[in-house]
C-alpha cells in the first residue's frame, strides 16, 4: 500500500539560506547542479509558506509540497529553522503526507545527531557556540558521518517497495 | 458555447437606403444596436460563463449559407446524401479518410447561425399635412395610403418569406424584428399590418416578430437581453438536434459497422486508400456531439463526448495500422488528438476541478510520448521536444487566459493539517492526522502558468539540442521535410520568449518579491541570460549575471555561482571586457575548482594569460574586492591579549592561509599592505623571491617590530619589510608584530591588500582581515613556535581586536561607622579616600541614600552643608597627591521605622595628568578619553530605636456625686465633667546597644477635650534620673489623668494621650564623647475608660476608732444610656462577727433610678470591735430583668433581678475594656496586663475597715 517513493536529492539550507549539504540519489549520478538549483528555488516557495503559517500561528515544520517540476519538491523546517528540501520523482499516484513526513524526521534526526557532534567545536572559540557557521560546517566534506547518515536514508526511502 | 450568427441587416441597410429625412433615429438606432449586440460577448478561449447570450456576427440580409448536403451525382449506391465536408463526399478534402476538418468548426461558428434575427423597417406613410382640422377625413388618403401600406407590407412579407425558405431548410430560427417610429406603435392599424406580415411570411406564431422604435441605449440593452432570452430556447434546440441527429448516425453506424464495412475495405485494397474506419467515425460523430454540446453549455455532456473521441482516437493512433506513422492522416489526427486534449483540459478547469485536469494533460503527454517513440520520434528526435514543448506551452496559455478571468490557481498550502486546525480544532489530532494520511499526488497540483512556459521552454532547449546534434551528423541524416522546417526555426528566440514569460508569471505569482527578488525568478533570470549567451547577446547576459550573482554571492551557494561564473567569464571574453574577465578569473580562483576539474593550476594559467596578453584599457589600478565573495586567502588576525593599558604593546599576528585545493604560486603579488586602525601606521610588504626553493617552508613568519600610534615619524618605520608574496596549496604567511596605542581606543588590523602586477596590469586586491572560504569555521589560532611549528588555539571571542585603555586608579575607600544608627539621632559616617596611585588624582564623591519601603521613613544625609534626602553629587574631596588620604564625615538621620537604610556611595577618580587645562572635564560629561576611573561602596545601616516605652492604664470612677440633670454649672465652658481618672505607668526603657545620655525628660501636656494630665511624677526630682542610660536601664513614670465624661461614643473608641514625654538625649561614643542631641518622644497612650452600667460605690474611711461612728455611703448610678433601674437594698450584718453597730436602712427600695441617675444611701457605722473589722455586707439588686446576656444571671436564681457589683471605691481601678479591638496605637507599644476581675467576685468583695482602739 506504501506507494513507491524516489528521493532524488535531499538538501539542509541554514537559517540564513546557505547551503548546508546537498545530496543527490539519482543513479546515475547526473545533473546534481539541477538539484542546487532546486534547492535555491524552494526557498522561495518556503518563504511564502512561513509567512503563510506565521499568519496562522501554525508551529507545524512540514510545509508541504513547494513545487513539481520534473521532480516534486517538498520541504520541512525545523525549529531552529534549518530547511530541509527533498525532491522525489514523479509517479501517478498520491504520495501521503505522513510517508514525506517520516522521511524528513529522518533526515531531521540524522542532521540533529551530526550538529551534535562535540569536535565541531574543536578549536572554535569558545562564545562562539551559536554561530551558524558551525551548523553550515556539519555539510563540509571533512564530517563524513552526516553523509553517510542522509545517504543511508535515501537508499532506505529508495528501498522502500 | 458558440451560437452562430445573427444578421443585423439595417445597420448595414440603412446607410445605403437612407431616407434623409427620418435617417438620424434609425441610423442612430442600428448603431446602438451593433454595439449592444456585438459587445456582450467576445470570442474568447476562455468562457466559462453561462449567461444566456449569443455570439453575434453582423452579416449582410441576403447572406448565404454553405452548402448543405449533396447527394453524390456519379454514385448512387448511397442512398443518403453527404455534406461536402464529409469524407465520403469526394470533393472534401477529408476524403476518403480523414476525421474532421477545422472547417467545420469554422462552418458551426461563423458560417451557419443557430438563430437568425432580422431587422427590417416597416413602411410609414409620410404625414405631409397631417392632423389639420380642415382635412380631417379624407377617405380617398386613406384608402390610398392603406394600400401602399399593404403593397409595401407584402413586399416586406415576400422579402421575409424569402429568407425563411433558406433558415427553414436549416431549421434555424428567424426572427423578425420590424423597427418603427414611435408615433406608428400608437397607430391602431399597426396590430393588423403585422398579423397580416406574419401570416404573409409564414414566421413561427412565437417569438419571431418584434417591433423596436428608436430608444435609449439603456433600453436598447433590456431589448437586446428580451431577445436573446427569447430566442435562447430555439438556438438550443436547434443545436440539441443536430446531436440528436449525430447520434443517430452514430447509432446506426455502430450497429451497422460490420456489413458497412466489408464492401469499403475490398475497394479500399483496390485504389489503395482506405475510407474511413469505424473508429475513425465514432471520433468524428464524439466530437460533433461534444461540439455541439459545448454550443448549447453542457459542458458535462460534452467532457464526455470529448473524452470519448480522445480515447478513441487513442486507439486510432496506436495502431500503425490504422494510422500509419509519417503520413497527412495521421498528422491531422495527433494534432485532433492535441486539441481535444486541450478541450478536455478546459472543461476540467471550467467545473474547477484542477487536478483531473492537470493529471489528464501529463496522461495525455505520457500516452503520446509511449506513442511518439512507436512512430521513430522519440525522446532523442527534435520533433518529440518540439511537441511537448508546444504542450507544455498551450497549457500554460491556457492557465494564463483563464488566470485572467475566472480560474484561480489553487493553493497546495501548507499540508492539510493547517487549513483544518483552524476550523477544526475540536475535531481532535486523529482526524488531522487521518487527513495528512491522505496527501496528494504531486502530478496532480496544479501550479501557476509560469511553470508550464517554464517547462517547454526547458523542452526547446532540449530540442535545440537535438537539433543540433542532428545537423552534426547530419551528412547521414538525409534531410527530411521535418528537418528542413526545423532549419528554418529560431530556437533560442523561442526559448528566451518562453522564458521571459515564465520570469513575468513567476514575478506576478511570488509574494515575497516585494523584499527580495525571488530566487524563482532568479533562476529563470540565469536560464535567460544563459539564452542571452547562447545566442551571443553578451551584454544582456552580462547584465543578468551582475544582478543574479549578488544574491547568489550572499547566500554563498557556490555550486550556483561557479557555472554563473564561468558562463559570465565567457561572455566577458567575447565581449573584450579584460577588466570584467580578469575579475572573475579572481573570483572563479577564489571559489576555487570544481569538484570535477581535475586541474586546479589551469584557472591560474587563464589569468596569467589574460593578463600577459592583454593591457587594460585605463592606467588606473584596477580594484578587485572579493570580500563579499570567496576571498583568495584564508586570513586571520588574531590579538594574544583582549585588554591592554595605554603605552602597553598588544601582540598580534596575521595570518594569511593559501587554500589547499587551489594554486596560487606563479600569480605575480608585488606587495601586500597592512592597515590597522586609528592612528597606527600602515606597513607595506615587499615580495622578495627566495634564493632557492629547497629553503621554502610552507609557514612563513614575518615580524614586522613594534608599531605605535605616538612613533610621528612614520618615514623611518617605512623600512624594507620583505617577504615571499608566493603561496602555494596550503601555504601560510603569517605576519607578526607589536601594537601601541598612548590612548584608550580599540587596535584591529582594519584591511589587508594585496598587489598583484603584471605587464601594465596593476590589481589591488582587497582582504578583509578575517575571512573564511564559505563553509569553513573561523579557526583563530596563535603560532606559539616555528620548530617545531606550534599553534595555540585562542578560546576567545573578540580575538580580532585589542582594547586599549588606561591604567586603573589605585584608590582606597573605608567608610567607618558605630553600631546600628538611633531613630531621630544624626548618625554619622566616616568616608576615608586615599589615593594610592602614583599619579594625582582629583576626587568627587556621589552619595546616594537609597529609597526605602519602611513605613513613614523619612530619612536624609548630609554632608558639609548639603543635605538630601536622595542623592548628593559631587562632594569634592579636592585633588589628592598621591599616598594622602583625605576624609569627610557623613550625617544620615533616620525617622520613621526602624530598619535597614542603604547608602550608595561611588569615588570618582580622574587622573590630573589628562585633563587638559582648557576644557576641564566635568565628571558627568562622558567623554570616552578621559582617564576616570570610580569605586563603588555601598553601605547598609542598620537603623533601632534608642528607647522603648511601655505602658500600663488603670481606670477608676469618680467618687463625686455626678450633678443633677438641671444643674446650671453643667452649661458652662470650662465645666470638667469628672468621669473618673486614669492612672498610667510609663516604662522607658534604654535599648540600644550603646547608651545614652539623657538630658532632659518632659511630659508635654496637651490636654484634650476629655482628658487632661493631672499631675506626673516627672514634674518632681528631675535631675535623679538624668543620667547616662545603659542597655536594659529602665525608667519608670506615672502620671494620673483626669478624665471627662464622653457625650457621644468616640470615633474610634479611643480618647488620644493628652500628654508626650519627650526624651533628649546623646549617644555616648566610645570615646567619652557625645553625639549630637537627639529627641524622642513617646506619647501617652490613647485611653478608652471601661463604662458602667448599673454600679454601687461603696465609700468607707480606712480607718476607725472604736466606738466612734463612721460613715458608710452607697453610691447608686445608673450609667445605663436607656433603661432605668428598680433597685433593692439589703444590708446584711455579719451575724458571726459583728464588729459594728449600724445605723440606718436595712432592708429596702430605692425609688426607680433614671438613666444617668444616682441615688446615695448612707449608714453610721459604730465599731465595736478592734482590728480589721469587716463592714456588713450589703447587696445591692435590681429588679428589673436584665437583658440574658448580662453578668451575674447565676445568681439570679430567685429571679429577683440582678445582682448589681458593689465596688469599694478605695480599691477601685479596671483595666481597658476587654472587649477593645486591636487599634494600632501608634508605634510605641503599649503593654496594658490585663487584670481580670470577675464581677461576682467583686460583688463578694466585702470591704474592711481597720479599727483602731
Known sequence: ?161 | MFVAGLDVPSSSATPQSPSPKQQDPFVALAIRLREALTSQRKVAIWQPDKSKTFQVILVDPEVRFPPRKIAPAEDQQFHTPHSPLSPLTPSSPLYPDGLIAPIWIRKHTTLVPSVFVLFKRIYEHPHTSSRTPLDTHDPERDREREAEERRKDSELAAEIAQRKKSTNERSIKLTVVLMASRKMLDDPALDARLTFIRRQSGLDPRAALFVLSPVTSAEIGDFVRSLQEALYEPAIEYYTNHSKRVRRKRNRHSQANVSYQLPLTTIGSTSAQRPLRPEGWTVRYEYKMACFAEFRGEDDIALKHYHDAYSALHIMLGSTAILPPRTKRWAEAKVLADCISVKICKLYLYNNEHAMALAHHSSHMRLFSDLSRGWGIGEETFEFWSWLARQHRVFAELLEQGTRSTLKIPTHLPSPGVASQTQETQRGSLEVEAMRALGLNPTQALQHPGFYYYMAARCTENRRDRYLRALENESSHHASPGFVNERKVDHLSIVLELYTRAYELFKKYSTSSSQSQGRLTLWIAYLIAQTYYESGKFEMAVRFFERIAKTYRREQWDALLRPLLSTWYRCAQHLGDMELSVQLLLEIIGHGPQDDQDDPESLEEDLLAVLKSTVPSSDQVLTVDLTESGPLLDTSAVFWKSHVNVDQAAAFQITLTAPEIISLASLPFTSLLVQFSGDLPSITVQHTAPESDADVSSLQKIDLGDLSTSSSDNEDKDKDIKANLRWRPGDTLILCGNLTSSVPSNMTVSKLVLTLKEGNWNIDLPLHPNSRRSGTIPYPRWLGSLSPVRFIPVHRDNYSFVVVRHRPHVVKVSLSSEGPAYLGEEFPIVIDVTNADDRELDIVVDILLQPTEIEEADNFISVDEERSSSLIKGVEFGVLPPGVNMNKTLYLACSGAVGDRVIDISVQSRSMASVSPTTPVTPQSPSQVADTGETLRTLVVPTVDPITATHHVTYRRSTKPSPGLGDLDTFEGDYWDDAGEAHVVTTMTSVGPSGIFVEGLKLLREDGTYAKVNESTVDQDEDEFLTEWHTGDEFCDQCRISLARLDEPLGGGYIPGPGTYEVSWRRLLPNNQKGSLAKTRFSLPPLKPPSDGLIALLNVPNTAKLHQTIPLQLTIRNGHPTKSANIILQLEPDAVTDGFVVAGIRNGRLPILLPGGEEIIKWNLIPIECGWVKVPKIKVMNRRPPPPSAHGQAHDVEGEGEIVEVVDVRWDGRPEQSVRTSVDVARKSVEVPKVEMHPSDAAQFAAVVLVLP
Open chain 1, 1 to 161: 500500500m506504501a506507494p513507491q517513493l524516489r528521493l532524488n536529492a535531499v538538501a539542509f539550507v541554514s537559517p540564513q539560506n546557505h547551503p548546508i549539504l546537498i545530496r543527490t540519489f539519482e543513479q546515475p549520478r547526473q545533473d546534481e547542479l539541477k538539484y542546487h538549483y532546486i534547492a535555491h528555488t524552494s526557498l522561495d516557495v518556503i518563504d511564502e509558506r512561513i509567512q503563510a503559517a506565521t499568519a496562522s500561528k501554525s508551529t507545524d515544520c512540514y510545509l508541504g509540497l513547494l513545487y513539481v517540476e520534473d521532480v516534486a519538491v517538498y520541504g520541512y523546517m525545523t525549529p531552529l529553522k534549518v530547511k530541509i528540501i527533498i525532491a522525489l520523482e514523479l509517479s501517478d499516484s498520491i504520495v501521503r503526507d505522513a510517508d514525506v513526513v517520516a522521511i524528513f524526521k529522518a533526515l531531521h534526526t540524522a542532521y540533529r545527531r551530526s550538529v551534535a557532534n562535540p569536535f565541531l567545536r574543536l578549536n572554535v572559540p569558545t562564545e562562539n557556540v551559536t554561530d551558524h557557521s558551525i551548523l553550515v560546517s556539519a555539510g563540509n566534506s571533512r564530517w563524513q558521518a552526516f553523509r553517510k547518515r542522509v545517504d543511508e536514508i535515501g537508499r532506505a526511502v529508495g528501498g522502500f517497495q
